[in-house]
C-alpha cells in the first residue's frame, strides 16, 4: 500500500505547486491597477489642454487662492496669484513626463552602447567603462547639477543632460552582462568567421537580446527619474517659473501650505499616483521573473 | 595550385605571454600541427577533451591569433589576413558547429539565419535561401519558424544549409553529430555524405566518436595534448594502430558485441596539464610502454610516409598492447 500513496503525491505535489505559483503572479491585480492609474495621468495631462479655458498662465488676482469645487471656472481651484490649478497640474505633468521621457531616453541610449562596447569587447575598453561608470555612481548628482548650474544658469535642458549622463550605469551593466554571455555562442562567432565586423555583429546578435530587459528597466526608471526631476525642480535646479511642472508646483504651494494646502497637495498627489502606477506595472516584470533572453537550451 | 585545399604547416596557438610581466605560464593549446586536406576528402581529426582541436578550428578562422607556423587555403596563407580577405574565405570554407542549440540565434527566423552569410558577403537572394533549406531537407513552410520550433537534427540542418550558403568547398565540421540522438546523427551524416559526393566538398571532420569517424573519415589524424601523434589512411589506422595513445583509445570504444573480451589497455588517468606538459614525448605519463628514451627526447611525427606515428616504439606498441 505504501508505494501507490508515495507515487500518488509524487505525482500530485508538482502540480498544485504549479498551480499556486500561476496564481500568484497572473492573479495579482497590482499591475492593472499600474497601467489603470499611469492611463488615467496619461489621459489628464493630454485631455486637459483641450478644455476651454486652459491657461496655465494667465493671473486673475480678484480669484486668488480659490479652493477646488468653489467656482465652476475653475474646477481645482486657483492659486495665490489667481491661475488655474487645473491648467497648471496638467501642463506640470506633461513637462514633466516629457522631461522624465528624455532622461530616460539618454541614459538608455548611452547605457547600452557602453554596456554593449564593454561586454563584447572586453579587454581596455571593458576595464574603462567600467571605471567611467563607477566614478559616476560615486558623484553626488545633486551637487554636480548645483555647481553646473551655478555657473550657466539653472534650465530645463541642463537638467535633461546632466540627469541624462548619470543616470545610465544600470543598463550598461546589464547590456555588459548579456554581451559578455553572448559573445563566446557558437550563433555570434558565426557571423565574424564569416568576416562581419563588430558593428554587424552586435547589431544583428546581441542588441535583439538585450533590448527587452533595457526596456523593463527604462519603464522602472521612468518613476525614479520623475521623483529625482521633482526633488531638483523643487530646488529651482530644473525647470524654471514660470512654466509649471509637479516638483516647481510643490514649491510655489509650499510658501502657502498653512493656509491653502491645495496648490502642494495635488501636484504631490498626482507625482504619487504615476510612480506608484509605475511600481505596480514593474512588479509584473519581476513577479514573473520575465529576465526575456529565454535560455536557449 | 598544390593538390591540397588546406594545408596547415607547424600551427602553434599559445596562451598566455613568457616576458618579464607575465604570469610566465603559457598553455600550448596546439604546438607544432601540420595538416593537408586534399579536395573532395574527409580528414578526421580525433582527440579527447583539451588536446586543442577546438583551439585549432577557431585558428583556422581567425578568431585565435596564431603564434607560429602557417595555413594556406587554396595555396593562401590566411593567418594575418584582413577583414576583406576573411570574407572572401568564407566563400571557401565554412564551419558547422558542435552545439546546434547555440549555434542558431534563437531570436532569427531560420530563413533569416541561413540568408545571413549571403547578407553580409552582399548578395542576398531569397530564392537561394529556399533552395539550400530544401537541399538540407528543411520544408519550405518551416523556414519562417525560430529554432526553438526545431529539433536537434533539424538545427543541425539548417547549420549546414547556412555552411554551405556561399558555396565553399571546404566544411569544418566540429563534432556536428555528438549532441545528436544515434538515429539522428546517421541521418546527419547521410546528408553529409550526399553533399560530399554532390559538391565534391572536402571535409575536416573534427570528433572524438572512433565509430563515426571511421565511418566518414578517408584519412585520420589523432591529436594528443596539443601534437599530432598518428595519422594514416583510415583503414591502416584503424587496423595497425602504431601510437599506443591510438591504440588506447581504440580500446576504450565500448564493444558492441555483449560478452566481448576487452582489451587491458583502456586509457586511466587525465591528460597533463597543457601550461606544464611532461618532459619528452608528452604521452609518456600515462604510456603502458614508456621508456627512459621517451622522458628525454620528443618523438617526431615522420612526414614521409603516408601513415606514421610520433612514438619512438611503434612495433613494441603493435607486439605489447596487441587485443586480447
Sequence with gaps: MIPTVTIAMAVETPRVGRRRARSRTRGSVLPFVGVALIASMLLFVLIVPLLPGFDPLAQDLS?????????????????????????????????????????????????????????FFGGWMDSFITLVSEVNLAMPVVLLLIAIASIVGPSALLMVIVLGCTFWMGYARVARATAMSLRDRDFVLAPQMLGAGAGWTIRKHILPHVVPQMLILAVTDIGVVML???GLD????????PSPTWGGLILEGQKTLRIDPWPAVLPGLAIFLVVVGIQFLS??????????????? | MSEFVVEVKDLAVHFGRAGRFASGRVVKAVDGVSLELKRGQTLGLVGESGCGKSTLIRSLFGLTPVTRGSIEVFGKDITASS?????????QMQMVFQDPYSALDPRMTVHEIVAEPLRIAGRYDAKAVAE???????????????????????????????????????????????????????????????????????????????????????????????????????????????????????ASAPVARPGAARTKHALAGEPPDA??????????????????????????????????????????????????
Design chain 1, 63 to 119: 480669484r486668488a487662492r480659490l479652493l477646488p469645487f468653489a467656482d465652476p471656472a475653475h474646477p481645482l481651484g486657483t492659486d495665490a496669484i489667481g491661475r488655474d490649478s487645473l491648467s497648471r497640474l496638467a501642463e506640470g505633468g506633461r513637462t514633466t513626463m516629457l522631461i522624465a521621457l528624455a532622461i530616460v531616453a539618454i541614459n538608455l541610449v548611452l547605457g547600452v552602447t557602453m554596456g554593449l562596447c564593454a561586454g
Design chain 1, 228 to 230: 529625482i526631476q521633482a
Design chain 1, 234 to 241: 523643487y530646488l529651482g535646479l530644473g525647470v524654471q517659473p
Design chain 1, 283 to 297: 512588479q509584473k516584470f519581476t513577479a514573473e521573473g520575465t529576465l526575456p533572453l529565454r535560455k536557449v537550451r
Design chain 2, 83 to 91: 577583414r576583406s580577405e576573411r570574407k572572401r574565405l568564407g566563400t
Design chain 2, 132 to 250: 539550400l533549406l530544401d537541399r538540407v531537407g528543411v520544408s519550405a513552410e518551416m523556414a519562417q519558424r525560430k529554432p526553438s520550433e526545431f529539433s536537434g537534427g533539424q538545427r543541425q540542418r539548417v547549420g549546414i544549409a547556412r555552411a554551405l550558403a556561399l558555396k565553399p568547398e571546404v566544411l569544418v565540421l566540429d563534432e556536428p553529430v555528438s549532441a545528436l540522438d544515434v538515429s539522428i546523427q546517421a541521418q546527419i551524416l547521410n546528408l553529409l555524405a550526399e553533399l560530399q559526393s554532390e559538391l565534391q566538398l572536402a571535409y575536416l571532420f573534427v570528433s572524438h566518436d572512433l565509430a563515426v569517424v571511421r565511418h566518414i573519415a578517408d584519412e585520420v589524424a589523432v591529436m594528443y595534448l596539443g601534437r599530432i601523434v598518428e595519422r594514416g589512411p583510415k583503414n591502416d589506422l584503424f587496423t595497425a594502430p602504431r601510437h599506443p595513445y591510438t591504440r588506447s583509445l581504440l
Design chain 2, 275 to 324: 601550461a606544464n606538459p611532461p618532459s619528452g614525448c608528452t604521452f609518456r605519463t600515462r604510456c603502458p610502454i614508456a621508456r627512459d628514451r621517451c622522458a628525454a627526447e620528443r618523438p617526431a611525427l615522420g612526414a614521409d610516409t603516408a601513415h606514421s606515428a610520433a612514438c619512438f616504439f611503434p612495433d613494441v606498441a603493435a607486439r605489447e598492447m596487441a587485443t586480447v
